[in-house]
T-cell receptor, first 116, second 113 residues
Framework: GDSVTQMEGPVTLSEEAFLTINCTYTATGYPSLFWYVQYPGEGLQLLLKATKADDKGSNKGFEATYRKETTSFHLEKGSVQVSDSAVYFC???????????????FGQGTILTVHP | DGGITQSPKYLFRKEGQNVTLSCEQN?????MYWYRQDPGQGLRLIYY???????QKGDIAEGYSVSREKKESFPLTVTSAQKNPTDFYLC????????????FGAGTRLSVL
């Protein structure tokens, strides 16, 4: 079945540091890939997405490129801020087997803490 | 403001007691979902509903039940069969044309006394 694996956390960085959170996936066919973010005390919000190979999703300075050859969708940001402290979830949506109800398969989440 | 409202934010139940978590949305979305967020395991789908009066089991439906009598509402009942001491539940919704882009509520944390 489908699965998503994220790098182990937590990740602790100083403000303005470079961020990478690794995400790899296993899926049948051609899934869509997502990064969701969960700020403290809130639900998840869609951060960015990519629907086909070599697509780059970007938002709020974050970027991720859909790499089919390495089955990866790593999240990057060039200069993090304290306000980026949150839990980040990688997810995929696959239409394999005729599923069309929007099933999302999530990774385990990576806690990011940014210090001033 | 449009959005998804989950209530209560914190809920306590006694062993053997069933409780119901509320989820209301005013986004006019057709599809709604319930997830359980387990530490270190991400989110797992409990139930989903694509239209009123229809719902389907997700990956971890045992110990739970739902109803979808109105488009705006998708309550989740946690039965006494669910043994975890503390769980965090998230409700989500999506539009017909983009079901994999889901909008989430802020969650309900359920604890067993």
């Amino acid at each position: 079945g489908d699965s998503v694996t994220q790098m182990e956390g937590p990740v602790t960085l100083s403000e303005e540091a470079f961020l990478t959170i690794n995400c790899t996936y296993t899926a049948t066919g051609y899934p869509s890939l997502f990064w969701y973010v969960q700020y403290p005390g809130e639900g998840l919000q869609l951060l960015l997405k990519a629907t086909k190979a070599d697509d780059k999703g970007s938002n709020k300075g974050f970027e991720a490129t859909y790499r089919k050859e390495t089955t990866s969708f790593h999240l990057e940001k060039g200069s993090v801020q304290v306000s980026d402290s949150a839990v980040y979830f990688c997810a995929l949506s696959s239409n394999a087997g005729g599923t069309s109800y929007g099933k999302l398969t999530f990774g385990q989440g990576t806690i990011l803490t940014v210090h001033p | 403001d449009g959005g998804i409202t989950q209530s209560p934010k914190y809920l306590f139940r006694k062993e053997g007691q069933n409780v119901t978590l509320s989820c209301e949305q005013n986004l006019n979305h057709d599809a709604m979902y319930w997830y359980r967020q387990d530490p270190g395991q991400g989110l797992r789908l409990i139930y989903y509903s694509q239209i009123v009066n229809d719902f389907q089991k997700g990956d971890i439906a045992e110990g739970y039940s739902v109803s979808r009598e109105k488009k705006e509402s998708f309550p989740l009942t946690v039965t006494s069969a669910q043994k975890n001491p503390t769980d965090f539940y998230l409700c989500a919704s999506s539009i017909e044309g983009a079901k994999n882009i889901q909008y989430f509520g802020a969650g309900t944390r359920l604890s067993v006394l």
